[in-house]
Each structure stands twice: as C-alpha cells, then as structure tokens.
C-alpha cells in the first residue's frame, strides 16, 4: 500500500522558515520522481517543486531561490526546506509521487500559515 505522510507545516511569521517532510512507504522511491504542490484558498493547485530520481531539481518562479527541495533515499523521505516565507506561500502544501512515469499518488497535506 502506498502512503505519503506530510509534516513539518505550522504558522510562521513573514521572514520565517519551515521544512516540510514527507515520509514515504509502498514503492521504491529512489525510482520515482517527487514533486511538492500547494493549493491556497480558493485557488487551483500549483506546482512548487520537483526532483527527479537523478536528484535534478527545478522550481516554481515564485520559490526560486528561497525553497530548497531535496531527497533522502536512504530513509524514504522528501523534504522542502522553506527560507524568506512570504504571505503569499500560505497554502496546503502535498506531495506527490510519480512512479514508472504513470502512477500518481499524493500525501493528504500540511498546513503552511504565514503571518505578516
């Protein structure tokens, strides 16, 4: 059975940061791409980040060069490390798994609140 387990989302203080973890279990993650989405309120889901299973990176504009996504895939987890968090990045935040290119499979999300 696959799971994806957000953690790490809480209310912070423009400026501030969060890492955000998601714990994997049920496929061979260092074979899949992971990828971290947010949706606000009233808003369509977006995509935030991405790494490949070569560990090739890329970002949403509007998070570049302030979040930092990365992979341990000796313990299964994703992370994104959130730095400069701004008002606008509050949203629930979801990761997703895409194995064998075809197979999508999502976390059920972490609140992030930023406060200015």
């Known amino acids: 059975q696959v799971q994806l387990v957000e953690s790490g989302g809480g209310s912070v203080q423009a400026g501030g940061s969060l890492r955000l973890s998601c714990a994997v279990s049920?496929?061979?993650?260092?074979?899949?791409?992971m990828a971290w989405f947010r949706q606000a309120p009233g808003k369509e889901r977006e995509g935030v980040a991405r790494?490949?299973?070569?560990?090739?990176?890329t970002y949403a504009d509007s998070v570049k060069g302030r979040f930092t996504i990365s992979r341990d895939n000796a313990k299964n987890i994703l992370y994104l490390q959130m730095n400069s968090l701004k008002p606008e990045d509050t949203a629930m935040y979801y990761c997703?798994?895409?194995?064998?290119?075809?197979?999508?499979?999502w976390g059920q999300g972490t609140q992030v609140t930023v406060s200015s």
């Open positions: 790494i490949s299973r070569d560990g090739i990176t």
């Open positions: 049920g496929f061979t993650f260092n074979t899949a791409s």
């Open positions: 997703q798994a895409t194995v064998l290119n075809v197979y999508k499979y």
